[in-house]
C-alpha cells in the first residue's frame, strides 16, 4: 500500500513551487529595474553635462537636447514659469512639547512662451506644457493666515537655466522694436510630453538618481543570493527523483505547555528518523505502508513525493521581494525632489505668530 504523506511542518508542493519562483522572479525584476533605472539616469546625465559647454549645442530639428541660457519675456507676457504651492498648517502638543506639520493642499502653475537665451546671442523660444517640471528653489513664501501659507517659485528675467527637451522649427518673429528683425529659428517643446526647465545643471541631479537605483540594485542583489542560497537544498530536492520506503514505526504522544494547553504529536519514523505527520494522516498510516520520499542525499530530503519546504523557510522566502519592492518604491516617492511629490513638512514647535502677507515673527 503506497499513501503520499507530508509533514506537520511542510508547506503544500504547489504553493513552495509558487512562493519559489515568485521570489525568483520578484528579485530578479528588481535587479534589472535599478540597475536599468540607474544606467540611463546616467547616460542622461553624460548628454546633458555634453550639451551644456562653453559653447551652445547645435541646433538641429527633433534632437532631444539641454540648452543653457538667461531666461527673458517674450512678448505680451510679464511671466515666464511660476508654480504656487499652498500649504495648511496644523500642530499638535503631547507631553509639553509641541509639533507642527505643513501638508501641500493646492499647486499651481502659471507659464507661458518664453526666450531662452544662449551663450553666442541665439534665442530659442521655449514652449513648457502644463506638466512642466520646475526645478527651482521654493523660495518666495506668502502668508495667507496663521495657518495657511504660499510657496513659490519663479523663473524670473536674467536667471540662468538649464532646459530639457526637444528642438523643432519655428516661424515665428520676434517684435522688431526688441530683438531687431532676428527669426526664430528653433522652439523647444516637451520630449515625450515632458519638460525640465532647472536654476542648476541636470547632471548633477541624474547622478544622485543613478546611484540611488543601483545601491537599491546592489541590496535587490543581495536579497536574490541570499534567498536562493537558502534554498540549494530545496533546488536538490527538486531535481532528484521520489522513492518509496516503508515507516519503521509510528508513536503519539502530547505535550503540555506553562498554560495548561495540550498538543498531540503523531510521529512516524521512515529512514530511521521520527517525522511528525498530521493526525489524519496518522491514523491511516500502518507500520509498513510504504510512502514516497523526495531524496537528494542522505541528509536531505523530504517526506512526499514532490518537493516542499518549511512554513517559516516558504513565509522568509516571500517575504524578502514583497519588503523590497515595497521599501524600493516608498524611498523612491520620498526622496523625489519637490516637484514630483506633495511638499509636506513636519517639524518642532508651534506655527509662526503671523498676519497676511507677513515674513513669521
Known amino acids: ?20 519562483g515568485g521570489c525568483l522572479i520578484a528579485l530578479v525584476s528588481g535587479v534589472l529595474a535599478a540597475f536599468l533605472r540607474a544606467r540611463r539616469r546616467t547616460l542622461l546625465a553624460a548628454s546633458a ?32 514659469v511660476k508654480v504656487a504651492v499652498t500649504q495648511y ?29 544662449l551663450a553666442n546671442g541665439q534665442r530659442v523660444l521655449v514652449e513648457p506644457p502644463k506638466n512642466v517640471d520646475v526645478a527651482d528653489a521654493l523660495d518666495q513664501k506668502v502668508w495667507i493666515d496663521r495657518n495657511k501659507r504660499v510657496l513659490s517659485a519663479e523663473l524670473v528675467p536674467g536667471e540662468h537655466i538649464y532646459a530639457r527637451g526637444r528642438l523643432e522649427r519655428s516661424d515665428q518673429a520676434a517684435p522688431a522694436d526688441a530683438y531687431r528683425d532676428v527669426q526664430w529659428g528653433f522652439t523647444l517643446r516637451p520630449t515625450g510630453g515632458q519638460m ?7 547632471g548633477a541631479g541624474m547622478r544622485k538618481r543613478a546611484t540611488f537605483h543601483r545601491r537599491n540594485g546592489w541590496w535587490a542583489l543581495t536579497l536574490l543570493v541570499a534567498t536562493q542560497l537558502s534554498l540549494v ?20 504522544y502530547y505535550s503540555t505547555d506553562s498554560e495548561g494547553d495540550t498538543t498531540d504529536h503523531h510521529m512516524i519514523k521512515i529512514r530511521g528518523v521520527e517525522v511528525e505527520v498530521d493526525g489524519d494522516d496518522y491514523d491511516r498510516i500502518l507500520q509498513g505502508t510504504r510512502l514516497p520520499i523526495r531524496i537528494a542525499s542522505s541528509t ?56 497676511s502677507g507677513t515674513l513669521p515673527t
Open 233 to 252: 537544498w530545496f533546488y536538490g530536492r527538486v531535481a532528484a527523483s521520489p522513492e518509496v520506503m516503508s515507516v519503521e514505526s509510528k508513536r503519539y
Open 1 to 20: 500500500m503506497t499513501m503520499d504523506v507530508y509533514a506537520e511542518w511542510a508547506m503544500p508542493a504547489v504553493i513552495a513551487i509558487f512562493v519559489v
Open 89 to 117: 498648517g496644523s500642530e499638535a502638543e503631547s507631553s509639553g512639547s509641541w509639533s507642527h506639520s505643513w501638508t501641500e493642499i493646492d499647486r499651481e502653475i502659471i507659464l507661458a512662451p518664453f526666450l531662452l537665451e
Open 300 to 355: 536531505n530530503w523530504n517526506l512526499g513525493a514532490s518537493p516542499t519546504l518549511r512554513w517559516w523557510h516558504g513565509a522568509i522566502i516571500a517575504v524578502a521581494p514583497l519588503v523590497f519592492w515595497i521599501g524600493y518604491r516608498a524611498r523612491r516617492r520620498s526622496t523625489r525632489p519637490w516637484f514630483r511629490r506633495k511638499v509636506n513638512e513636519e517639524g518642532m514647535g508651534r506655527l509662526p505668530n503671523v498676519s
Open 196 to 202: 525640465l526647465l532647472s536654476s542648476e545643471p541636470l
Open 49 to 80: 553635462e555634453a550639451s551644456v559647454g562653453d559653447e551652445p549645442p547645435l541646433l538641429v530639428e527633433g534632437l532631444d537636447v539641454v540648452l543653457s541660457g538667461i531666461v527673458r519675456h517674450h512678448e505680451g507676457h510679464d511671466v515666464a
